[in-house]
């Protein structure tokens, strides 16, 4: 079974999925992909101590701390392709940003291949469920771009100034 609760953050409003213990997603109001890792109907569940320890979370982030990724668990669904990209992710110092190029060099190095598509990995990156915390918005074209986030571009930039990224 799966729950969900939904908090407010100055991004708007975010809905959050657990399976009981572990924090599953994480999606921004309008985003695309909305809750397409929970395959099943999520229960309305807002106590659940996962979903505080999320929300006290986001609130140090929203409030300018840098809270560690690894103090939450954490349990995105996905192919292991995806959760290899994923757990890159987690890697992007807060503030800092990367390229999808780069991510497919290392994914590539990772997975012992000569080369990896920015395509693929940009595909994986586009399909986070645990959005912000899994720091997908700090992914960037390899001119520097805000090419794409799930949650529109807006919301990306909101979040890299936020951080000091831009």
Known sequence: MYYKTMIHSPVGPLTLASDGEHLAGLWIQGQKYFGDSVKEEMQQKDDLPVFLEAKKWLDRYFAG???DIRELPLRPSGSPFRREVWKLLCDIPYGETTTYGALAEKIARKLDRPSMSAQAV????????ISIIIPCHRVL???????G???????KQKLLEHEGAR
């Open 122 to 129: 940009g595909n994986a990156v586009g399909h986070n469920p």
């Open 141 to 147: 074209g390899a001119d520097g771009s805000l090419t």
């Open 65 to 67: 701390e840098r809270p």
């Open 149 to 155: 986030y799930a949650a529109g571009v807006e919301i």
